[in-house]
């Protein structure tokens, strides 16, 4: 059974920088052809694709966030990662990683449980 | 970008069928596949249809989805409500960006 799990900070102070896991445990994420995806919801709001990798290494971002976003694969670890910088508080939201379907950049089928972060000092 | 247009909410009785639609502004339905999703408090998102009318193993046939290309719409039936299907449900899409329906609150009476 495919299970992605989210982990890092529940609270950070605002200009820092957020560090997400996603970690991926039932299957590799070598070579699987899918998109490994960031989404997030800001509390009482809507959801909101911010970026993905593919399991070749290629990148999309959210225009607005792409000066500060970075995604990343570790092939070794079977995880990818999320790193966004100079956070405000408009960044607080649950932050969901998403495993799409095969050759799919945006049919989202696998989601982690999500991950609560408050930007506050 | 284009919207995605779903009542804020439904409510039937259990057992009861629900519909929820989820209407395209601009560009057709048909262009790009339609995804929904459900989102249940204390538990991870499903995803209960892709592809339009797909359903990823695992979710009861209870669920279906539809595309008409007469109201520029997709639609997610859950007949057989139970107090489980209790959730705010999602529609998606993409074109030039991915877009996110708004949201539907599905009550069971």
């Known amino acids: 059974q495919l299970l992605l799990q989210e982990s890092g900070p529940g609270l950070i102070k605002p200009s820092e920088t957020l560090s997400l896991t996603c970690s991926v445990s039932?299957?590799?994420?070598?070579?699987?052809?899918?998109?490994y995806t960031w989404i997030r919801q800001p509390p009482g709001k809507g959801l909101e694709w911010i970026g993905n990798?593919?399991?070749?290494?290629?990148?999309s971002y959210k225009p607005s966030l792409k000066s500060r976003l970075t995604i990343s694969l570790d092939t070794s670890g079977n995880r990818f990662s999320l790193k966004l910088t100079s956070v405000t508080a408009a960044d607080t939201a649950v932050y969901y990683c998403?495993?799409?379907?095969?050759?799919?950049?945006?049919?989202?089928?696998?989601w982690g449980q999500g991950i609560l972060v408050t930007v506050s000092s | 970008n284009f919207m995605l247009t779903q009542p804020h909410s439904v409510s039937a009785s259990p057992g009861k069928t629900v519909t929820i639609s989820c209407t395209r502004s601009t560009g057709s339905i048909t262009y790009r596949h339609v995804q929904w999703y459900q989102f249940r408090p204390g538990s991870s998102p499903t995803t209960v249809i892709y592809a339009d009318n797909r359903r990823p193993s695992g979710v009861p046939d209870r669920f279906s989805g539809s595309i008409d290309s007469s109201s520029n719409s997709a639609s997610l039936t859950i007949s057989g409500l139970t107090t489980d299907d209790e959730a705010d449900y999602y529609c998606q899409s993409y074109g030039a960006t991915v877009v996110f329906g708004g949201g539907t609150k599905v009550t069971v009476l």
């Open positions: 990798v593919f399991d070749g290494g290629h990148t």
């Open positions: 039932g299957d590799s994420i070598s070579n699987s052809r899918r998109y």
């Open positions: 998403v495993r799409t379907a095969a050759w799919e950049v945006a049919e989202f089928l696998s």
